[in-house]
């Protein structure tokens, strides 16, 4: 799960900011994107890969990179299927 959840975050990151960054990169501090940007994000996590974002999920830390959002929605998905909830990759 992990490659492809990264190589389609990846995806959809490079082609929004314009260039190719590195997976630790922070788009928000870098001045890639804005905080519209933070909403689409969430935006496309959530139908991308079928996780919902809670309120105390909304941090900026959760989205600044490549890899933040990679870890974010496989710990997600893990709590999903801990709660019995079944996730599976497009």
Do not use: H, P
Request: proline share 0%.
């Amino acid at each position: 799960m992990t490659l492809d959840v990264r190589a389609r975050i990846q995806r959809y990151i490079r082609i929004a900011v314009g260039s190719d960054i590195n997976d630790e990169d922070d788009i928000f501090e870098l001045g890639l994107v804005d905080s519209l940007f933070a909403l689409e994000l969430v935006t496309f996590v959530e139908s991308e890969f079928g996780v919902v974002a809670e309120k105390e999920d909304l941090d900026i830390c959760n989205f600044c990179s490549i890899a933040a959002l990679v870890a974010f929605v496989e710990a997600r998905c893990q709590n999903d299927e801990d709660a019995g909830r079944t996730w599976t990759s497009d």
